[in-house]
């Protein structure tokens, strides 16, 4: 039997990166997958959406051109689009297939799963499937002596839901329609719910939001929950708040799907998207007979160093407790990767930015109002895109940026924004936050003009009334 350093199971931005990171290491590397690389992020996820996201973007700019220009008339293949988003997620796809080849790292194409433990590791099977370069061999077994779980997350279904994949969908399916669907029912008005809302509206679906709770974006800042609620609705983006659906039937005779709330009330649709968050992928794979604990919101249970309750066994990704964002999985995979190879790292994700493809997009990293660990003094201070050259150069004068300071040290906790390209501007705060930087900090950075960046220095002076070129800047302080 073949034997490792490390196995690491799943081939998602948890799992090829600390297989990457492990051999960079100088350790013997195996990976398992049973799909294509770069899991739910490269294949269904991040980057397909971001695809489809940016065409969407270029058409609500043909459709409202910037000054000076006239569109008389355009037209879309919808299905054209979908094949150059498949022609790049096969590229990047392929790409760390390539990385991983090029770093020695043993390649098993198949289900994995732990089929024993002992003092000196871990025995694995796995079941080869049809990406596997051996034809002749249908399982493998191999040991290892120490084991990354990083097999992700799914969309969530729910029986009732009757998802048939084909008239009522999850994510996966929605990213491969050939059609723009007339009409579009969205179940929950989080993170994929709203990105999707964004893309179909645009295409010319006529999109409806169904969501259980009183706003859509409900974990986001009160302010930008309310300021996208308000560019759907402007887009004739219907929302129905506050709505518990009690079941859903597959499209009847007139081709409709049907949703029916708690409240009786049925609504019909083409298609209807379920996007009420997303389950772990950890059937099957014989976690049972280790004896890995589990957290109270049932996933797998690490130490600061991603270490779970087995010595040598490690786990990263959606598959432990935070956010399932995809960075934050590749900086799991380098913490365990490092840890094994003795390198003692902790993690913290308190400096965690995430971004939600909106348009305009979202950013966000660190503390926001409203959570629980703020200070008990702390200053906002906010600066308008529409007070920006570039943005109005740029014909982007749409959103603003917040940044949370603490009072008495000036550091900056927190910073969430909406406008055109601030998952850039949240970049360079996280680096700030990374370095305990002071609002000085970030007034001693010289920004280029003229860039959208030049809105960071402003939202930070503004905490304490020194914004540049705003005439009301005054210093808002706020108390937890
Ligand atoms: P989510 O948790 O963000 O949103 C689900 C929404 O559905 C919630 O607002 C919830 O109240 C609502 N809901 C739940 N049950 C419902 C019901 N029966 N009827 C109506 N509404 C209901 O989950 P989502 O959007 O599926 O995303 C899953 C994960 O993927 C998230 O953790 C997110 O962080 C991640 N993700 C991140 C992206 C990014 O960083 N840009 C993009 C897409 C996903």
């Known amino acids: 039997m073949e034997n490792f350093d490390v196995c690491v199971l799943g ?15 100088g350790l013997s590397v195996a990976i398992i997958e049973k799909d294509r690389f770069g899991g739910t992020c490269l294949n269904r996820g991040c980057i397909p959406t971001k695809i489809l996201y940016s065409k969407a973007k270029y058409l609500s700019r043909l459709k409202a051109p910037e000054h000076g220009f006239i569109v ?79 097999t992700g997350s799914s969309p969530l279904m729910i029986s009732s839901f009757n998802i048939d994949h084909k008239s009522i969908i999850t994510s996966d399916e929605a990213l491969s329609l050939r059609e723009i669907p007339k009409s579009l029912i969205i179940i929950g008005g989080g993170v994929i719910g709203c990105e999707f809302a964004n893309i179909f509206s645009e295409f010319g679906s006529n999109v409806k939001i169904i969501e259980l709770l009183p706003s859509i974006l409900s974990t986001e800042d009160a302010e930008i929950s309310k300021f996208t609620r308000k560019a759907f609705k402007s887009r004739n983006i219907d929302i129905t708040n506050g709505a518990e659906v009690d079941s859903i039937a597959p499209a009847a005779a007139n081709g409709k799907a049907a949703v029916t709330l708690k409240s009786g009330e049925i609504f019909e649709a083409d298609k209807v998207i379920v996007s009420i968050g997303r389950r772990l992928n950890i059937a099957g794979l014989g976690l049972e007979d280790t004896g890995i604990k589990m957290t109270e919101r049932g996933r797998i249970k690490v130490d ?33 990767a490092d840890n094994i190879a003795g390198i003692n790292r902790e993690k913290n994700y308190d400096v965690l930015p995430w971004s939600i493809y909106t348009n305009p997009p979202i950013g966000t990293v660190g503390l926001k109002e409203g959570d629980d660990g703020l200070p008990l003094n702390y200053n906002t201070g906010r600066f308008s895109y529409a007070a920006n050259g570039m943005a109005l150069a740029m014909e982007e004068k749409e959103g603003f940026l917040k940044v949370l300071v603490e009072e008495k040290s000036k550091k900056i906790i927190g910073a969430t924004g909406v406008g055109a390209d601030i998952p850039e501007l949240i970049a360079e705060i996280a680096s700030h936050m990374h370095y305990g930087g002071t609002i000085f900090d970030i007034e001693s950075t010289i920004h280029s003009h003229p860039t959208l960046s030049e809105i960071v220095p402003e939202s930070a002076l503004d905490s304490i009334g020194e914004a540049i070129h705003k005439f009301n800047s005054r210093a808002a302080k706020k108390h937890r």
Do not use: W
Not at 119 to 136: H, Q, V, W
């Open 11 to 25: 081939g998602g931005p948890a799992g090829y990166v600390s297989a990457l990171k492990s051999a960079i290491n």
């Open 72 to 150: 008389d008339e355009f037209s879309f293949n919808y299905g054209e689009i979908i094949d150059y988003k498949d022609e790049v997620v096969l590229t990047l796809t392929g790409g760390v297939e390539k990385l991983l080849k090029a770093r020695k790292v043993k390649i098993f194409y198949g289900f994995g799963r732990v089929a024993g433990s002992d003092d000196n590791g871990f025995r694995l099977g796995i079941a080869l499937n049809e990406y596997s370069a051996d034809k002749n061999i249908e399982e493998a077994q191999i040991s290892a002596k120490n084991l990354i779980i990083a």
């Open 304 to 336: 600061s160093r991603n270490e779970t309750s087995i010595k040598g066994a490690y786990a990263c990704g959606d598959i432990i407790d935070g956010p399932m964002l995809a960075h934050k999985a590749s900086f799991d995979g380098i913490i365990a």
